[in-house]
């Protein structure tokens, strides 16, 4: 059988106010601490649409390729939840803000396009925390009326690893164009997927159910294989597939029914009586086209090109702007882009990794990394030691020069001193000289480790290793 998905992601845009009031959007705030009269659906008042989200929301749109409706308006979409306090969601339903994009997705087994069916504004709702040990429910509000944009796929997907590499690929653009930080722990990216199944070959679509509140890219793709799982042994044992609600449980990695799939009838929809429909001119898209910076898709294209860059390191700078921007400085400065990548890719990725820290929530500027690959190349430090370097300038953002003078990481040029650290080495090591005296020239790679360690890497290696081979002739 063949898998079939689609993916709803919803994304907080980057404004400093709600969608339709002026309360701050602000993560970790206390609860209910960010409302007014307006997110909260008091009687009488009346939203106003905030400029800048509709203005993100256009940046999104058109750097997805999307066409933008020269009108389009809002509408209420009708529930009752405990988290919706006007017992309505402000939404977009048949006139969305933008439909027919399409995103360039490549995984390992190859490049799909993967076509965007719409992308709508609307506002979200509050949350829900439950007690651990308990039974009470409590409303955190903050987030009521945070501005949303909702893009929505074709069931163009046909695999979990594509399906990753889709959100992979939506997070890299949304990014770039500073439309949202999509930081899945604070809820700026989430996902719902839609799957089916059918016989190889067949165009036809099978009955769809849903997987809701994923909060990991990892997650989708779990939960995808899981449930497509679920529909073949169904399938197969003459049942029929009901379109409904599941949620995926990682601990069992099963997905468990949630509800029966409502439609769209089900909600009411009808026109936001409180907002006017909006009309788009078309300097107003032009003049957003000409605002995106260049997309990753074109700069990974570009960094292969002009830099002579692999796929792989292309696509790991321009996954993040400021990483790639970052690579762009240093390789400027050093005129070493292949150098530069290599680092900017392994160790301070690496390093940021460790620390759970974006780059720019670091102290580490370009001109540092540029003047640690000064000081391998002039041979001042080894490699080891730069990396040690370079950690340090991540925590301080002091000069690495200076740095380098202060951990004692210079390389030692005194031949004498390497001479005394050498005949030590040969004597604290006397086994592993009889061996390599004996023929195993492998035991070279221990007795120059054992110089590298003594000397914390401030003597390069194929130098300790050309003068033990003379002493130990």
């Not at 292969?304 to 400065?333: H, I, N, P, T, W």
């Not at 990725?349 to 759970?356: D, F, Q």
């Amino acid at each position: 059988m063949e898998l079939v998905a689609g993916i709803e992601t919803h994304v907080q845009l980057k404004t400093a106010s709600k969608m339709f009031c002026g309360c701050a959007v602000r993560f970790g705030s206390p609860p209910n601490s960010l409302t007014c009269p307006v997110c909260l659906g008091h009687p009488g008042v009346l939203p106003v649409l905030n400029r800048k989200a509709l203005e993100l929301g256009m940046r999104a749109a058109l750097a997805l390729n999307c066409r933008i409706a020269p009108l389009t308006k809002f509408d209420r979409k009708n529930y009752y939840y405990p988290d919706l306090p006007k017992n309505y969601q402000i939404s977009q339903f048949d006139v969305p803000l933008a439909r027919d994009g399409w995103v360039e997705v490549r995984s390992e087994a190859q490049t799909r396009r993967v076509r965007i069916h719409r992308a709508h504004l609307e506002e979200d709702a509050g949350k829900l925390l439950h007690e651990e040990q308990g039974s009470r429910s409590f409303v955190d509000l903050n987030r009521a009326g945070v501005p949303l944009l909702e893009i929505v796929t074709e069931p163009d997907l046909r695999s979990s690893e594509e399906a990753y590499a889709y959100l992979s690929t939506l997070k890299s653009i949304l990014r770039a164009v500073g439309v949202s930080d999509c930081d899945m722990e604070k809820g700026e990216l989430r996902c719902d997927v839609n799957l089916s199944v059918r016989p190889p070959g067949s165009t036809a679509l099978g009955v769809k159910t849903e997987i809701k509140n994923l909060n990991s890219f990892r997650y989708v793709q779990k939960a995808l294989e899981a449930e497509f799982r679920r529909h073949v042994a169904e399938l197969d044992a003459g049942r029929t597939i009901v379109q409904s609600t599941w949620l995926y449980d990682p601990d069992q990695d099963q997905t468990r029914l949630m509800r029966v799939k409502e439609f769209a009838t089900d909600y009411r929809y009808f026109p936001e009586p409180d907002l006017p429909p909006l009309a788009i001119r078309d300097e107003e898209i032009e003049a957003t086209r000409r605002s995106l910076p260049e997309l990753p898709a074109a700069r990974c294209d570009r960094f292969m090109r002009e830099y002579g860059l692999s796929e792989y390191d292309a696509q790991a700078l321009v996954s993040e702007r400021v990483m790639a921007d970052f690579f762009e400085d240093v390789s400027k400065a050093t005129g070493k882009p292949k150098t530069a990548a290599n680092w900017v890719v392994n160790e301070v990725a690496r390093i940021l990794n460790e620390k759970k820290a974006a780059l720019e929530e670091t102290r580490l500027a370009p001109s540092a990394l540029s003047d640690i690959l000064s000081l391998v190349e002039a041979g001042r430090v080894t490699a080891a030691s730069g990396k040690e370097i370079l950690a340090h300038c991540v925590d301080t953002g002091r000069p690495p020069a200076e740095l380098m003078k202060e951990l004692g990481l210079e390389i030692v040029t005194d031949t004498d001193e390497i001479e005394r650290t050498l005949d030590g080495i040969i004597a604290a090591n006397p086994k592993a000289v009889a061996d390599f005296k004996g023929g195993k020239d492998a035991t070279m790679k221990f007795l120059v480790g054992q110089v590298m360690k003594a000397t914390k890497g401030r003597v390069q290696a194929p130098k300790a290793e050309e003068l033990l081979r003379k002493k130990l002739r």
